[in-house]
């Protein structure tokens, strides 16, 4: 297996994760708009809440589909604005808008757009469809972040546990503890995780939206 990012930390942390793994595996550190290997190179591919980040997603598949071999698949999960987004809904526009802002993103693509893009890349759509529609209701995706979950994890994003946050950093950036604008860095994610509550309990919001595409006709994948 081959992984590439282009953080330093988060490089460090996977070769730390694989060591303890029976997993072959390698890290480039990299853009995955530039993949530096040759064409062809790959027998499959794989993103995770990645392709959102990219500056134009059709791109980062047109890159995809040159570093796969013919028949190689490429599966993906992809952050999108459901078919329920209303686009002249000011709540919807506002859910959108904290989200990106929270994670930095360019865009949130629609889940059309998405099979659009794989499509005007190449690839052959095999499945797409919205994971978190097959979840359990009793227990959805945004669960962790709505602030009602009592575990060690959750406290900070309940309604004391934020406040206690907030103060112990505006005290830690008072003696330099810890860096200036953490306190706003911290409200920001905090805003961020309330739309992706909204955005999942509304249903115009999707971090799970499963796609499998296949480059080209399958051939035989067995040489090196």
């Known amino acids: 297996m081959t992984g590439i990012n282009n953080n330093d930390y988060q490089i460090e942390r996977a070769k730390k994760h694989y060591q303890e793994s029976s997993v072959a595996c390698r890290f480039i550190k990299g853009d995955f708009m530039k993949v530096p290997e040759n064409d062809e190179y790959f027998h499959a591919a794989y993103i995770i809440e990645a392709a959102v980040h990219a500056p134009n997603p059709e791109d980062l598949y047109r890159e995809m589909w040159r570093i796969l071999r013919p028949g190689g698949m490429l599966a993906s999960y992809e952050w999108c604005m459901t078919g329920d987004f209303n686009r002249e809904d000011t709540n919807h526009q506002q859910i959108k808008r904290d989200i990106m802002i929270g994670n930095g993103l360019p865009d949130i693509p629609y889940t059309s757009q998405v099979c ?6 190449g690839f052959e759509l095999i499945d797409a469809h919205d994971r978190a529609l097959d979840s359990e209701q009793d227990f959805p995706w945004y669960h962790p972040l709505q602030g009602n979950n009592f575990s060690i994890s959750g ?3 309940t ?4 406040a206690l946050v907030n103060f112990s950093l505006r005290i830690g950036e008072s003696v330099r503890a810890v860096p200036k604008g953490s306190r706003m860095v911290s409200t920001l994610l ?3 995780a309330d739309a992706l509550v909204e955005g999942g309990k509304g249903g115009v919001f999707t971090p799970m939206y499963f796609v499998l595409a296949r480059k080209g006709e399958v051939t035989d994948l067995s040489s090196p």
């Open 159 to 162: 309604p004391w546990g934020r």
């Open 116 to 121: 659009a893009g794989l499509q005007a890349a």
């Open 155 to 157: 406290i900070p994003r």
């Open 190 to 192: 905090n805003t961020a």
